[in-house]
Every structure is written in structure tokens, then in C-alpha cells.
């Protein structure tokens, strides 16, 4: 059975702080072909934030360009996100996702990842 575990969140941060998130791959699941981040807020559908495709290709949404990097450990069972300058708007529930399409971009429809992680809060203050 394949499990993914978010951390990292579940605290304020205020502006312009940095943050690191990370998702651990348990079981089986073939995470090489697309890993991801989204985010969602209450009453939003679900964006894709940043992808990694299985050539270390990375794409991101354009209102975290320059700020978040996506990053994958060795053997695909760790992803990770590390957020910097970040901003109100930033305030949402991140999931990591796994199995995703091959062309691996930000906007990505969220049903073609098979797997799926609880999620974290991340709440951005003023």
C-alpha cells in the first residue's frame, strides 16, 4: 500500500519567513513519473504549485516562481519543498502527490496523480 506523509507545516509563519516542507514515499508506487506539490484553501479547487518529472525536470505555478524549490531524494521516496519570501496568499493546505502525468506541469490536473498525502497547514501572517 502506498503512503505519503507531509511535514513541515502546522505552524504560523510571517511574512518573508522561510519554510521547508517534506513528504515521505512508503510502499510501492512508481514516483519517478511525476512527484508533486499542490495547495488548496477552503472553497478553491486544488492548484498544482511545483512538479518534478522523472528527469529531474521541475515545473512551477507562476505565483511561486523564484521562491519555492522542489527537490527529490535519492530512490524517489522523499520530496521536498522549500518555500522562502513567502506571502499571505500562501496560506493553504499543501499535499504531495505521486504517479502523476508524464509531462509533469504545474497545472496539472490533480485526478491523473494516483497518490496522495493528508496534507499540512501552512498559514502565512502579517
Known amino acids: 500500500q502506498v503512503q505519503l506523509k507531509e511535514s513541515g507545516g502546522d505552524s504560523v509563519k510571517a511574512v518573508g519567513d522561510s519554510l521547508r516542507l517534506s513528504c515521505v514515499v512508503s510502499?510501492?508506487?512508481?514516483?519517478?513519473?511525476?512527484m508533486g506539490w499542490f495547495r488548496q484553501t477552503p472553497g478553491k479547487e486544488r492548484e498544482g504549485v511545483a512538479m518534478?518529472?522523472?528527469?529531474?525536470?521541475?515545473s512551477y505555478a507562476d505565483s511561486v516562481k523564484g521562491r519555492f524549490t522542489i527537490s527529490r531524494g535519492t530512490a524517489e521516496k522523499t520530496l521536498s519543498l522549500q518555500m522562502s519570501s513567502l506571502k499571505l496568499e500562501d496560506t493553504a493546505t499543501y499535499y504531495c502527490?505521486?504517479?502523476?502525468?508524464?509531462?509533469?506541469?504545474?497545472?496539472?490536473?490533480?485526478?491523473?496523480?494516483?497518490?496522495w498525502g493528508q496534507g499540512t497547514q501552512v498559514t502565512v501572517s502579517s
Open positions: 502527490a505521486v504517479e502523476g502525468p508524464v509531462d509533469c506541469k504545474s497545472d496539472s490536473d490533480p485526478q491523473r496523480f494516483a497518490f
Open positions: 518534478i518529472a522523472r528527469d529531474g525536470r521541475t
Open positions: 510502499g510501492y508506487a512508481t514516483s519517478s513519473l511525476c
